[in-house]
Each structure stands twice: as structure tokens, then as C-alpha cells.
């Protein structure tokens, strides 16, 4: 398989972008899909919205070209939601125990119960000043970066 990243040309600015993420096999053998994702320039850390926010799955059969190009304009329409999504994140503070039940619910979702590698306070320390902030956004991020 392989992934490309398709930004628009004006909208590289700032600390993140909205793209599309493309996935294709080489070989036919999987559906071509479009991701709705998020990249920020801060962290080089990319948020991939998934089933959630409207990824679509073309087959490699038909007309191809015509239904990737519908495909990606249906997953631009959802940028402006992933924009809602993440201001609402911003806007919500967590206090400390909110942030260590994230942190805790993420290791036990990517580890399972039994064996984690590393502890919740690994994985809430943040690796730049932006993600100093005490909102949901910045703990996702860190989380994310450090998982």
C-alpha cells in the first residue's frame, strides 16, 4: 500500500492544515480510500479522522476516476466539522483528574490492562510549549505524541 497527503496550496499557513489522505494498494486488491486528516506544523503530528468524519472507499472497479474525484470532494465538506470538533476541544479545560483518566483510558486502549510501557504522567508531558495548555486539545496532542 501506499499514503499521500494532499493540501491545498493556500491554506499551508499557520500551525495546521486540513488534508486528504490517500490510501491505495499497488496491486488492486484494496479499496482506494480518502481519510479526512490534520496535520500540525508544530509537532509534524498528523490526526487522521477516519470512519468518524467521513471516510470514503472507492473500489477498484468502474469508473474510478470520476468516483475519487466525488470521493474528494465529499471529504473536503467535512473540514470545516474536524474545525468544530477541535475549537470545541480547545474550548474545554480538563482538570488534573479529567487529564489522568484520558492519559489512563488511552494506555489501556492501545495496551490493555496487564502490561503498559510507559505511565500516564510519561505520556502527559508535553515535548513543546505549545501543548503547555490545560485544555482537551492540548492533552489529546500530547497523548497522542507520546504514545
Known amino acids: 500500500k501506499h499514503m499521500l497527503r494532499l493540501r491545498r496550496a493556500g491554506e499551508i499557513n499557520g500551525e495546521h492544515v486540513p488534508e486528504i489522505i490517500l490510501l491505495n494498494s499497488h496491486d488492486g486488491t484494496s479499496s482506494y480510500q480518502m481519510l479526512p486528516g490534520y496535520f500540525r506544523f508544530i509537532c509534524q503530528n498528523g490526526c ?10 472507492v473500489p477498484h472497479r468502474g469508473n474510478v476516476v470520476e468516483k475519487v474525484i466525488e ?5 473536503v465538506g467535512v ?12 474550548s474545554l479545560i ?10 489512563q ?3 489501556t486502549y492501545r495496551y490493555g490492562d496487564e502490561h503498559q510501557p510507559v505511565t500516564t504522567a510519561d505520556i502527559l508531558t508535553p515535548r513543546r510549549r505549545e501543548d503547555y495548555g490545560k485544555d482537551l486539545w492540548s492533552a489529546y496532542q500530547t497523548i497522542q505524541e507520546n504514545m
Open 48 to 57: 487522521v479522522c477516519g470512519q468518524s468524519l467521513g471516510e470514503v472507499r
Open 105 to 107: 483510558a488511552a494506555l
Open 71 to 75: 470521493g474528494a470532494y465529499e471529504v
Open 79 to 90: 473540514f470545516d466539522r474536524i474545525e468544530e470538533k477541535r475549537d470545541a476541544m480547545q
Open 94 to 103: 480538563l482538570p488534573p483528574p479529567a487529564r489522568q483518566a484520558l492519559a
